[in-house]
């Protein structure tokens, strides 16, 4: 997938899933992070719940590995799994940055829940059962 495609993607679903997510009153910022930085990650999100803005960055299709990680990995799915990273916060999952075995096993846990939900709203979002 080119980058260009990834733009287009991302401007219109950003703010529809937004909307669907009840996150209407959130300020979204979206920047894409170069695939020399963490190539191994396809985004990732800031939330600052005081402002009611996140940051939300993804992976810039601008390397043939990036391009091909876009492929296998559906872009708004991505892009909802980022979104939902939101509403997971407020259970204080990954909300500071202190390590514990306790609070890995949740973000781990929470990964999984995100993954899971992402994939089965987007597919219900096309028309698949
Ligand atoms: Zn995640």
Excluded at 36 to 60: F, I
Excluded at 76 to 94: C, D, P, R, S, Y
Aim: include cysteine; charged fraction near 25%.
């Amino acid at each position: 997938m080119t980058h260009a495609k990834l733009r287009t993607i991302t401007r219109r679903w950003v703010p529809w899933w937004r909307d669907k997510l009840g996150l209407r009153d959130w300020h979204l910022d979206v920047e894409y992070f170069d695939p020399n930085e963490d190539s191994e990650k396809m985004g990732s999100c800031e939330p600052d719940y005081a402002h009611r803005t996140a940051k939300v960055r993804l992976l810039a299709a601008t390397t043939p590995m990036a391009q091909q990680a876009w492929d296998k990995h559906a872009p708004e799915e991505v892009i909802v799994h980022e979104l939902l990273h939101i509403h997971f916060g407020t259970f204080g999952v990954g909300l500071n940055g202190h390590y514990s075995p306790g609070k890995l096993s949740k973000a781990v846990q929470a990964e999984s829940v995100i993954n899971a939900l992402a994939t089965c709203l987007v597919a219900r979002r096309r028309g698949k059962r």
